[in-house]
T-cell receptor, first 112, second 116 residues
Framework: NAGVTQTPKFQVLKTGQSMTLQCAQD?????MYWYRQDPGMGLRLIYY???????DKGEVPNGYNVSRLNKREFSLRLESAAPSQTSVYFC???????????FGQGTRLTVV | AQTVTQSQPEMSVQEAETVTLSCTYD???????LFWYKQPPSRQMILVIR??????QNATENRFSVNFQKAAKSFSLKISDSQLGDTAMYFC?????????????FGKGITLSVRP
């Protein structure tokens, strides 16, 4: 029972580098999300996907792109990393009615 | 747009005592869920308790209970018989379910420390 799996768990990037954070869920959920967590800011929504084939911007989408590859997978891409993107990133999924969101273990990303 | 406010950044409680964490929210929706999530130092997000807005009865899960005041848009979490393992960050969260999108909105969180 894997739930939500995020990779990698830790990453250090240099400014200007690109990378993709991977997320997969095995609960047949329609909705998937990417959040970032910063001290004193709580969890802020970057992008979400209400269903396969759809994506929408959240509160802090600038500098990020997403792909809902299929129902299971939702990736987050940083095209040109900046130090302001240093954060902990969480992927989550929920059934369409939002009864409960399940979270991955998080990715700690540092941009130097 | 919905907002969730947790105005207390930190709290501390003695082991075995009771503590209440506050949360207020703002929404124009009539159908929604409210949640409290716990994030221990392991970073894992753990659902503590859930409340459906249409239910008048306050949710309870063992030592955790909520005081849901719909008219006041208030949703506080009470932890009874606090344990050292309750030390964590706690997030209040909101989602509506009137449409296909079940977007989850979080407050900024509160750091709870349980003293031995």
């Amino acid at each position: 029972n894997a739930g939500v799996t995020q990779t990698p768990k830790f990453q250090v990037l240099k400014t200007g580098q690109s990378m993709t954070l991977q997320c997969a869920q095995d609960m047949n959920h329609n909705s998937m999300y990417w959040y970032r967590q910063d001290p004193g800011m709580g969890l802020r929504l970057i992008y979400y996907s209400a269903s396969e084939g759809t994506t929408d911007k959240g509160e802090v989408p600038n500098g990020y792109n997403v792909s809902r590859l299929n129902k299971r997978e939702f990736s987050l891409r940083l095209e040109s990393a900046a130090p302001s993107q240093t954060s902990v990133y969480f992927c989550a999924s929920s059934a369409i009615r939002g009864v409960e969101a399940f979270f991955g273990q998080g990715t700690r990303l540092t941009v130097v | 747009a919905q907002t969730v406010t947790q105005s207390q950044p930190e709290m501390s409680v003695q082991e075995a005592e009771t503590v209440t964490l506050s949360c207020t929210y703002d929404t124009s929706e009539s159908n929604y869920y409210l949640f409290w999530y716990k994030q221990p130092p392991s970073r894992q997000m753990i659902l503590v308790i859930r409340q459906e807005a249409y239910k008048q009865q306050n949710a309870t899960e063992n030592r955790f209970s909520v005081n849901f005041q719909k008219a006041a848009k208030s949703f506080s979490l009470k932890i009874s018989d606090s344990q050292l393992g309750d030390t964590a960050m706690y997030f209040c969260a909101f989602t509506s379910y009137t449409g296909a999108n079940s977007k989850l909105t979080f407050g900024k969180g509160i750091t709870l420390s349980v003293r031995p």
